[in-house]
């Protein structure tokens, strides 16, 4: 069995005291991403959805079938189905086909989330997760900048997913952030892609500027706009040209990234998905109005803590827990991403209005969450910058 595995937790913490020490090794960074995560998820629960086409859609509740496709399986994405897709659309691109229509289940899909980085968390030297199904690792110092020993790290995280949770996923494995993205990106699904330092540049070469990370859809036509469409391209590009049109910092990013030497590190810590505040009421009670009075010193700290951190939500939910201590939620997936206070009160008092029409027990506790969480104003750092644009 490789070391890498179930290490102890001591020797761990002795590796990241020898942190210094692996400036000189060859960086061994990995990505992580599952694959088709809520649909996975979804098909995981009920296995007589394998093999059907299968949707998880997030309803506006206009009419029936009004709102968007939050993930599709591989069988509806086969017909043209993605993410972001109006519901009948999708439905239209599937007649005939038996598809599969999920309603859309954040809290069961943040559960499987919390376990999967937990055990990835005591696998990896150092892991930065930067969304609900994916995270950034370092694995330079457990496998002293030996590929084949990351490769077995990889596959034993990719066994331990597929036992614990009956998941698959896709891990990318480099020099750089940069090209672990890109490996677990072009391995999907199930993939498990090595790039080792000797082959960087060559498989960055070919790669269109579009599926570097970090580059979005804009930066992208702008770089096109000046003839520059590969990473092989952008590599050879004047470091004054990138600064001007892009600023000193993000140019000079642009130039490291597409080189495969881009040094951003991996960052501990969990970057939190959404903020909630859950309150325990004066009294049980089944007035919606008596119970929201009540929430809002907890929405106001939501607000709060969406505003010292420059971040804007797209999802809100209310939480109800009952005198049988039994749990609900109703949430509301705005179409942009908001943050004022005035939205969450306005939108959070109507949620529980509604939950309480078809609530039959009184309320002990009410809560509200926030998530879908994204920047807003003024970037603080590169990698915060980066992980908006995933
Ligand atoms: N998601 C969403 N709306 C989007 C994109 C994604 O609600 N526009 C949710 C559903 C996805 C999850 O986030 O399951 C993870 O997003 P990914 O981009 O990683 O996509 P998937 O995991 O669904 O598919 P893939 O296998 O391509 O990673
Ligand atoms: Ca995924
Ligand atoms: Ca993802």
Known sequence: MDETQNRPRRFKNILNELGHRTAFLPRVIGHFDLDYFYAQVEEVEDPSLK?????????????????????????????????????????????????????????????????????LEGRVDVLEPTGIDEAFFDLTASTRGDYAAARRTAESIKESILKAEHLTCSIGIGRS?????????????EGLMMVTADATASFLDPIPVEKLYGVGPKTASVLVGMGIGTAGQLAKAEPEELQRQFGKK?????????????????????????????????RDTSDPHEAFAQLAEGIEYVHKKLKSKGKSFRTLTAIGIYSDLSTKTKSRTFETPVNDLGTIRESSAALFEEMSRSAEKALRRAGVRVSGLSGTEGQTSLSEFLHQVK
Do not use: W
Request: aromatic share 6%; glycine share 10%.
């Open 250 to 282: 993000f140019g000079d990013y642009l130039l490291l990234a597409s080189s495969g030497n881009d040094t951003e590190p991996v960052v501990a810590g969990l970057e939190p998905t959404q903020y909630s505040r859950i309150v325990t009421l004066r």
């Open 177 to 189: 952030k940069v090209v672990a993205k890109l490996g677990s990106d072009m391995s999907k699904p």
């Open 51 to 119: 093999g059907r086409p299968v949707l998880v859609c997030v309803f506006s509740g206009r009419t029936e079938d009004s709102g968007v496709v939050s993930t599709a399986n591989y069988r509806a994405r086969d017909f043209g189905v993605h993410s972001g897709m109006p519901i009948v659309l999708a439905k239209k691109k599937l007649e005939g086909k038996n598809p599969a229509v999920i309603r859309m289940d954040h809290e069961k899909y943040e559960g499987v989330s919390a376990r999967v980085m937990e055990d």
